[in-house]
């Protein structure tokens, strides 16, 4: 991590301002191993300033700030572009590759195995200080990869025992298929129902972006995801409020870009 890493989280992360001590020793920890031990490239002429290595590297530990760096590598790089992706309307089956690939425009792209991930940068960045919107591109492609992890794209990553598996699949295709039908709690976004690897990807990034909301529509759904990622984000955010660390305001509502 860079000098100064910290007064660039304080500036442009409102996950590192709900953080406490031992937490934001850990994350930085798991974020300057994930600098050092995987290839970093910037797409088309960016520049890779501590800024971008820090936040990106940083929304990323924060997945595995109660689990640890292993989880990470089968990432073979981070590829980091200025802006979106444009992108041919296909879609691709997840143990091929890409999830998906939706028409226009697409912040964010993971590829199976030790393939690479990428991110955009002006996503990463805006979603980054407004965690109200329940968007996080670096949260979403980063989980993919756990997703990845026992090798297939499922929307289930590694669990460790026939019960709690029995349990994940359960709860997540109640919900998966209730936001394909219309019907699912309103925190979760419709892209959630794209298929089963989005559904997990976008619960991820709503969980740790708006996990109150979680926890008050899907209390089942954030248990389980609260039991996978050893953390509590909820109790994190209520901590946080008793000292006076408040959210900024909701932005005004904008274009939902895609996700791969």
Known sequence: MPDGWRELLDAGSAQWRLLEGAERDRLGELAD?????????????????DEVRTVVSAHAALLVLGLDET??????????????????SSRGRGGRGIV???PGVVDGEAHHGD????VA??????????????RDVVLHEFAHKLDMVDGTL????????AERLATW???????????????????????????????????????????????????????????????????????????GVTARPAPPRIVVRGRA
Not at 71 to 88: C, K, L, S
């Open 154 to 161: 499922d929307g289930t990553p590694y669990l460790d025992d």
């Open 100 to 102: 998906t690939r939706t």
């Open 169 to 243: 699949v359960r709860v997540c295709t109640n919900h998966f298929e209730r936001v394909r039908e219309g019907t699912g709690v309103p925190v979760l976004r419709q892209y959630a129902g794209t298929n089963v690897g989005e559904f997990f990807a976008v619960a991820t990034e709503t969980f740790f972006t708006r996990p109150l909301e979680v926890q008050a529509q899907a209390d089942d759904l954030y248990a389980i995801l609260a039991r996978f990622y050893l953390q509590d984000p909820a109790a994190r955010l209520r901590r946080a409020i008793e000292r």
């Open 115 to 118: 393939g690479p991930l990428m």
């Open 33 to 49: 191993w994930l600098l050092r031990e995987r290839r970093w490239e910037a797409a088309r002429g960016f520049e890779l300033t």
């Open 121 to 134: 940068w002006d996503a990463v960045r805006r979603e980054a200080r407004q965690p109200r919107w329940g």
């Open 71 to 88: 989880w990470f590598d089968a990432i073979g790089a981070v590829v980091v572009r200025e802006a979106a992706m444009e992108t041919p």
